[in-house]
């Protein structure tokens, strides 16, 4: 595979839960040492880029968090090329910190957007009544991402997808997707990197957004069989990965 760079998704490539994925800091230390430029890009919207640098650093996988990019900081980019930054955000932990640090507010007295993240037990029926009436009322619709579930260290559970969808359903307004497949997201990344799409791979655990966006932006697309991986989703999948790996301690062997 010849490849300059590497777009490395985190939730269920480096790590599932609280557990680091064997082999995953040899891998990243394997590029390092071959001169292999490296973003990581990850949907994960329940934390904000500072949490998942400590969580990885704690893992032993010292990564900057200007190399992490998440969906908030597309979205960011977004609200300030359109001039307008007063939103209502729908999201969990502490993923706010991200919009806070870019000087952003979280206005519900004037709302040009609605920003829904992967929410976990915050989305209830209120939450979603309030971002709907923002919605009627004129907001845009901004999904930091629409995967339709991700692994949990109790099995898979629904992601910003389904709720996205509801939301769209119920205004009959399209979200504007952030997150992994958007190509402007993988763009961003790229641009940071100063490559070009078919000087790429982006390896993840997701057929559909890290696959299957990849390679639709051009981009080579590697899958691992760890995290929300299932082999049954793999064969009915229309998408059809340009490798397929254990896990990420076998990137190497084919490189
Ligand atoms: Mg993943």
């Not at 040899?26 to 934390?47: C, D, W």
Request: hydrophobic content about 40%.
């Amino acid at each position: 595979m010849k490849v300059k760079g590497l777009l490395i998704d985190i939730d269920g490539v480096l790590y599932v839960g609280d557990q680091p994925i064997q082999g995953g800091r040899e891998a990243i230390e394997y590029l390092t040492e071959n001169k292999y430029q490296f973003r990581f890009i990850s949907n994960t919207t329940r934390k904000c880029r500072k949490t998942i640098s400590g969580q990885l650093s704690a893992m032993g996988l010292d990564i900057p968090e200007e190399s992490i990019f998440t969906p908030p900081r597309a979205a960011i980019a977004y609200m300030k090329s359109t001039g307008r930054d007063h939103f209502h955000l729908l999201t969990t932990g502490d993923v706010d910190q991200d919009f806070i640090d870019a000087g952003v507010r979280d206005d519900s007295e004037k709302t040009d957007f609605v920003i829904v993240g992967d929410a976990g037990e915050a989305l209830t029926y209120r939450s979603l009544n309030t971002a709907f009436r923002l919605l009627i009322e004129g907001a845009e619709l901004i999904a930091l991402e629409k995967d339709r579930y991700w692994m949990t260290r109790n099995g898979l559970s629904l992601s910003a997808g389904p709720f996205v969808s509801a939301l769209e359903f119920a205004t009959g307004k399209q979200a504007i997707v952030m997150g992994k497949p958007s190509k402007s997201f993988f763009n961003l990344a790229l641009r940071d990197m100063d490559l070009q799409p078919g000087e790429v791979a982006m390896i993840g655990d997701d057929i559909f957004t890290d696959v299957g966006g990849a390679q639709a932006a051009g981009i080579t697309g590697i899958l691992v069989r760890t995290g929300k991986f299932r082999e049954d989703i793999l064969q009915d999948s229309k998408v059809r990965p340009d490798a397929i790996i254990d896990s990420i301690a076998r990137l190497q062997e084919i490189l």
